[in-house]
């Protein structure tokens, strides 16, 4: 069973880069940004980590988003993603090759790998982390999440244990610029799989075509709280988005109001977003719906009351009834960005 | 017969807690306990394949005593038994050292009976890590099933079941062996209302209490000395800088905010 892992000989950052029928999940790219940062800081080497079948065409993209290594492990069997054998080829490789820390997303998928990666190895693991550094003097990994609804934030350390592992949700870090001609070096590393260790098969992948909205992809999001009132006030707001090509988001309270369906749920149990723009209108700005979205770049707040706290981290705010000025940021929205002359 | 544990975990109801506008604080005063709301959409999945199949639902929880409360609940809503994990040398566990005491009370269930299905909510809205399921699923060797929002079959006989788990954007159908622990998501069923006489003889039941003595522990893994990861500092969340109010009646406001953005370039012009 896990006891305390030597600190000595682990040396490297790791990123998992995560794919599912070759598609990489956006935050491994991410990731990779956020990891160069903390290779630099170390004076250490940035790798990737590439599991599944026939997925070695991906290794130019993680040269070019910044690793400079990548482990490559493909098989058959790793080719649908089951929890045992990821587990079982991500500890592996990382008893063999000693990283000192270890990023995955806190997708669906990175969370279901990470929390048993995690357990095999007896380190420790922080969900949702948004902002990573390291300490210049000990050289551990600050971790900092929110914690007790986001009211705080909390920075944990994992001093004794190796590697130290983190996952970051997507759009958290920003996404780094592409270096077309990079190269790096490539490991592959054969391994011994067979199918009855996978434990389970995946019977069919059915897209969700209703569900097919991209919260944290969006750039522009206009999203209600408690203050829009009712389902049918919500057209006010996708008149708004329509105008501007954006999305709709809701608030928890909107949310279990049943004016939108819990895919819109902006905040800590929602989608953390990081739009260009986000409206918020008729949301007060409970924290744990401010985790979700101050990394926007610009924040609108429209609200009747002016003592809402969402007004504090707004970069602009209008005091106001939104059914009145929702439908003139419309029309404001519509004559301006007309085309023609003016 | 199907043999299934489900950890229950009580929390505080993040829902209520709010934020003093004048003071920009978590009021926490009067914030009740709560059954972790996915927690109580595993214990109504167990009790309808007990309904469904035949066996027997044992609620599991970690914590002080007056954690009972969530295994009461649990009862209310149909589990057989309920059995609380509570020690002080449990306290400062983080989820490694959780899933570890977890897994060793499940452990000395199965040496009772052998558990075939173990149920976690997807994850706990105060931590919010998503890390103790797969943490147990890992320590007993179970096929690891998260995020499930449908159960299609169960089959002793053949040793599988079969569930739909919720992904970004899609939906997984996936058959796993037997022993198995499934997280669950709200989409997985709706809650059954709790009957008056199942109330009064959860109200009733013994719970069970179980020391670090009645699971054989290392005591290097439990509490804070079995957990990796520890809090450096905690601190207010940097401020946003910004809150300019723009003036005016909505048409005006309207006018001068839309001709910012549109400056700023951050809205782009068509």
Known sequence: MPADTANTGYRGVWV???????????VSWELLGAGRQLADALGVELAGVLLGQGVAGLVTE???????????????????????????????????????????????????????????????????????????????LEQTRPAFGGNVMATILCRRHRPQMAT?????????????????????????????????????IIEEKNKAIYLDRAEIIVAGGRGVGSKENFRLLEELAGVLGGTLGASRAAVEAGWLPPEYQVGQTGTTVRPKVYFAIGISGAIQHLVGM?????????????QAPIFKIATYGIVGDFREVVPALTAEFHRQLAPGPG | ??????????????????????????????????????????????VRLKEKYGGRVTALS??????EEVLRRALGMGADRAILLTDRAFAGSDTLATSYILARAIEALSRETP??????????????????GPGIATRLGFTQLTYCMAIDAVDLEQGYIQVQRKLEGKREIIRGRLPALLTVVKDLNELSYLSLPALIR?????????????????????????????????????????????PGEPRAAAATLVARLVQMKIIADK
């Open chain 1, 294 to 306: 101050q990394g926007a770049d610009v924040i609108v707040a429209v609200n009747n009351d002016p």
């Open chain 2, 1 to 46: 017969m199907l043999q299934m544990v489900v950890c229950v975990k009580q929390v505080p109801d993040t829902a209520e807690v709010r934020i003093d506008p004048r003071t920009n604080t978590l009021v926490r005063a009067g914030v009740p306990a709560i059954i972790n709301p996915f927690d109580a959409h595993a214990v109504e999945a167990a």
């Open chain 1, 16 to 26: 998992f880069i995560e794919q599912v029928g070759g598609e990489v999940a956006p």
């Open chain 1, 168 to 204: 970051v949700r997507p759009r958290v870090m920003p996404m780094p610029s592409r270096q077309e001609d990079r190269r790096g070096e490539l490991v592959r590393v054969d391994m011994a799989f067979n199918e009855a260790e996978a434990r389970a098969e995946v019977i069919e």
């Open chain 2, 115 to 132: 558990v075939d299905l173990v149920f976690c909510g997807k994850q706990a809205i105060d931590g919010d890590t998503a890390q103790v």
């Open chain 2, 62 to 67: 970690m914590g002080p005593l007056q954690a």
């Open chain 1, 62 to 140: 993680a040269w070019a988003y910044g690793a400079d290594k990548v482990y490559l492990v493909e098989d058959p069997v790793l080719g649908p993603y089951r929890t045992a054998p990821y587990a079982r080829a991500l500890v592996q490789l990382v008893k063999e090759y000693k990283p000192e820390i270890l990023l995955l997303g806190a997708t669906s998928l990175g969370r279901d790998l990470s929390g048993a990666v995690a357990t095999s190895l007896g380190t420790g693991l922080t969900a949702d982390c948004t902002s990573l550094t390291i300490d210049p003097e000990t050289r551990l």
């Open chain 2, 202 to 246: 959860a109200a009733l039941a013994t719970i069970t209490t179980w020391n670090k003595d009645n699971l054989d522990l290392d005591p290097a893994q439990i509490g804070l000395k079995g957990s990796p990861t520890s809090v450096r500092r905690i601190f207010a969340p940097p401020a946003r800088p910004g809150g300019e109010i723009i």
